[in-house]
């Protein structure tokens, strides 16, 4: 028997930024309700659908932009409202509707 059919699981496929995520360490991973797989990395949010990757990153015009950083959770509440904590900034929220951040240590 050969060594790949004592594994009962397909091959992972690797995603990185060649594939269009924005960075190569993902800090965590959520599937909303629409069924999108949002991806936060250290240079900012990833929405999947699973073709191809839209990324919401750091926009210096915007004060509410997402920083660059590491981030401890990604959860999404009963609106549809996606939030997230940062090392440096506090707390954001991001409305996947609007496609707007806002910074809440302001």
């Not at 995520?21 to 699973?50: A, E």
């Amino acid at each position: 028997m050969a060594q790949k059919d004592l594994f009962p699981f397909p091959a992972f496929e690797k995603i990185t930024t060649r594939n269009g995520l924005s960075g190569n360490t993902v800090h965590r991973i959520l599937q909303d309700r629409q069924g999108f797989l949002w991806f936060i990395t250290g240079s900012g949010l990833n929405r999947f659908d699973g073709y191809d990757f839209k990324a919401y990153g750091y926009d210096p015009s915007d004060s509410n932009s997402i920083t660059l950083g590491l981030f401890y959770s990604l959860v999404q509440d009963k609106n549809g409202v996606l939030w997230m904590n940062s090392e440096n900034d506090g707390i954001y929220s991001f409305d996947p509707q609007k496609e707007k951040y806002v910074n809440r240590r302001k």
